[in-house]
């Protein structure tokens, strides 16, 4: 039956020229129809369950009659229950419908009235704000027209989860056609069917409740989809939880949670509103939380949290990982199984030791990720990227301690015959039974992989580079004693010069001075204004390299060779390659002393070419290996002295480099027989020519 609900569609859309003909943004038309569409499914609802009361426990009775209704916790409208009359009764004289549309919004009870938005004060939250969207459409003279349209439509005869699919239909068209969707990507029916199926895989049909979660429930369609099709499959109670910051999508699903047994919808920020749910932890958890919106405007409550929830923190750029997180730590540790939706970046985004690796890393070391599943590209409504779906088990099987598997969906889809907004794919029954398979399977396969799960760990070791000459060989420098007794190098060789000569531009200077006192007056209006307007910014131009840099001591006589890439030092005629480095020449303002004026000082000294970079290597979560893995890999691979830096390690998944297949190149014997047959044939040209 849930396939006749689905003519009213086209009805409800009909609203909408309504709103198109008064003028109204597309993008605006989910804010004027969601108050409408949530209105037809309270009254329908109000409307079946009084129906099905006064068949069991009869009417007779008024009052009592009303008191049972009461008694069920679904809502009450005074209007519908007690006077029996509906929104379309109303709109049957359009002389008085402004008072009875007024008093019937007024009649339903407090916390309906609340999500509905009745007469809510400016400082309230709105949520779906019906009062307000009715003051505007009757500015526009199409209020009277729009709730008669809205009030043809029957949806007495169906039940809850029927309503629901036309809910989850007319929500995806919203969120195609929304100007306020960034990063809220629609879960489509057949993500929702294997990620209950991959769910089923891991519930016992044991009596016992089964609590699921979604941290960014939205309108509560994966949330409620997910428990609908588990409880076809299982005979386990379910209850469920969930919280959502949008106002309109909160009151959609706190709306629909009315109709539902042991189901709790909260409102508010997951990250921040942390007293929701406190005290407790879930058996599943499901979740799609918004891609690649940042957490600036909370990012003060995010560094203050105490919860323990953050091991790391993500580019403010993305807030994926937060809900993570957070959804991590509500599941329980015994038993706690999830699945959430990402993007790609939350695979491979962020260098080792950043906050997104380190959070991946956290994953993996807990043991927690048991699979991680490639989804069709434009599988989602109003995405076309490829999606991931992150599948946590708190407890893993004893054979899949420390193991993943890579499975990849991207093939396995079915083309729609017309697009949903971005959706062009769907998973057949069939598709999504493969990848169950293959999860259940948990073995290699042509479109899945096993992994230890330290193959995606890797190191990334810094090192300092030392450069050197076409010799080899790097400047020594002087040693000294370290305050622990042994020998150490000094940092630099300290020149005392009489001269330095370079060029620049052009044109040749001169430096004979290296404390200067003294400066023109009428220029400048101090020592220390003369040293940053005109030799600091000059002594800084000056590179050894490019500048043919000459420093002359008493000694001896400095300067770069680029051809042989080291430097010279010439006394005399004798002249000596005292290895790769650097000529550094430094000009600093000395402040006055109780012994000395203020001064300029200009220094030169030699010292080592250093450069930090960092290598990739592969990861041993044994210390010993992991160390001879790291030296091995410099050794054959660093030709350059170096020393050891930091190390960090990283967790990255690469799909498209596990399943690669590379293409396949022509025999050369046949490249050769094309490119013979070729030639003959320009031969032949020419000949014609």
């Given amino acids: 039956m849930s396939l006749n609900i689905l003519k009213h569609e086209p009805d409800i859309w009909k609203t909408a020229d309504l709103l198109l003909g008064a003028g109204i943004k597309q993008s605006d038309f989910p804010k004027f129809m969601m108050p409408f569409f949530a209105l037809l499914m309270v009254e329908s609802r109000l409307i079946r369950e009084a129906n099905r009361i006064e068949e069991e426990e009869g009417k007779e009775n008024l009052e009592e009659f009303i008191e049972i209704f009461q008694l069920e916790g679904l809502g009450y409208n005074d209007y519908v229950i007690r006077k029996g009359i ?59 027209d729009s709730v008669e349209a809205w009030s043809k439509i029957n949806l007495v005869p169906y039940s809850n989860s029927e309503i629901t699919t036309l809910e989850e239909h007319i929500k995806r ?37 089964l609590t699921i979660y979604d941290a960014t429930c939205g309108g509560g369609n994966l949330l409620f989809g997910v428990e609908d099709k588990i409880q076809e499959i299982s005979s386990r109670p379910t209850a469920t939880y969930g919280q959502e910051l949008n106002d309109t999508l909160f009151a959609l699903a706190k709306i629909e949670s009315r109709f539902r047994k042991d189901t709790y919808i909260e409102h508010g920020n997951t ?50 990982f937060l809900f993570t997180q957070h959804i991590l730590s509500k599941l329980n540790p015994v038993d706690g199984f999830g699945i959430i939706v990402h993007n790609g970046s ?43 779906l992150w599948v946590f088990n708190k407890n893993k099987p004893f054979e899949r301690k420390d193991k993943i598997i890579l499975i990849d969906g991207s093939n396995l889809w079915q083309q729609l015959k017309k697009s949903k907004g971005k959706k062009r794919r769907e998973m057949t029954l069939e598709n999504r039974t493969s990848i169950v398979n293959a999860f259940t399977d948990f073995k290699d396969c042509t479109f899945a992989k096993v992994f230890d799960k330290w193959h995606f760990y890797y190191n990334k070791q810094s090192i300092i580079l030392t450069n050197v000459d076409q010799d080899g060989i790097a400047i020594s420098m002087p040693k000294k004693t370290s305050k622990e007794g042994g020998m150490i190098e000094e940092k630099s060789i300290k020149i005392h010069p009489s001269k330095v000569t370079y060029i620049n531009e052009g044109k040749k200077f001169e430096i004979s001075e290296f404390e200067i006192f003294e400066y023109d007056h009428s220029l400048y209006k101090s020592l220390e204004d003369y040293f940053v307007t005109e030799i600091k910014n000059k002594v800084a131009l000056i590179d050894y390299k490019e500048s043919d840099l000459r ?14 890439e080291t430097i010279l030092e010439k006394s005399g005629n004798i002249v000596n390659q005292l290895g790769n480095g650097r000529v550094v020449i430094k000009a600093v303002f000395k402040k006055k002393t109780k012994t000395k004026d203020a001064f300029i000082q200009i220094t030169v000294e030699l010292m080592k ?70 030639e003959k044939e320009l031969k032949n040209l020419e000949r014609n020519i």
Avoid at 278 to 287: G, I, P, R, S
Avoid at 347 to 361: C, H, W
């Fill in 551 to 564: 420093v002359f001591s008493e000694k001896a006589e400095y300067r770069y060779c680029s051809d042989k």
């Fill in 173 to 209: 068209k919203w969120a195609d056609i929304s100007a306020e969707t960034a990063g809220e990507q629609y879960t489509p029916d057949d993500i929702i069917s294997l990620i209950s199926e991959l769910i089923a895989t891991k519930i016992e049909d044991n009596g016992q409740f």
């Fill in 346 to 388: 939350t695979l491979f985004s962020g260098d080792a030791g950043s906050g997104e690796s380190n959070i991946r890393k956290y994953f993996f070391d807990n043991d927690w990720v048991e699979a991680l599943i490639q989804m069709p590209q434009d599988e989602f409504f109003n995405t076309g990227i490829y999606t991931y």
């Fill in 271 to 320: 990250i921040t509103d942390t007293g929701k749910f406190f005290d407790k932890t879930f058996n599943l958890a499901v979740a799609n939380p918004p891609y690649g919106v940042d957490w600036k405007g909370f990012s003060s409550d995010v560094y203050k949290d105490e919860t323990g929830r953050f091991v790391a923190l993500p580019s403010i750029s993305d807030g994926q």
């Fill in 86 to 144: 509906t929104l379309k009764d109303i709109c049957e004289n359009d002389k008085t419908f402004d008072t009875d549309f007024d008093e019937y919004l007024k009649s339903f009870d407090p916390e309906t009235k609340y999500l509905l938005g009745v007469e809510k004060g400016n400082e309230e939250e709105k949520f779906l704000d019906i009062s307000g969207i009715s003051g505007l459409l009757k500015k526009k003279r199409i209020l009277f």
């Fill in 609 to 678: 070419d250093i450069t930090k970079d960092s290598e990739i290597i592969a990861y041993s979560p044994d210390k010993i290996e992991n160390k001879k893995l790291i030296s091995d890999f410099l050794t054959k691979y660093v030709t350059r002295p170096y020393e050891y830096s930091d190390n960090a390690v990283g967790v990255e998944i690469n799909f498209n480099k596990v399943f690669y297949i590379p293409e396949k190149f022509f025999p050369i014997s046949k490249l050769k027989k094309d490119l013979n047959d070729l």
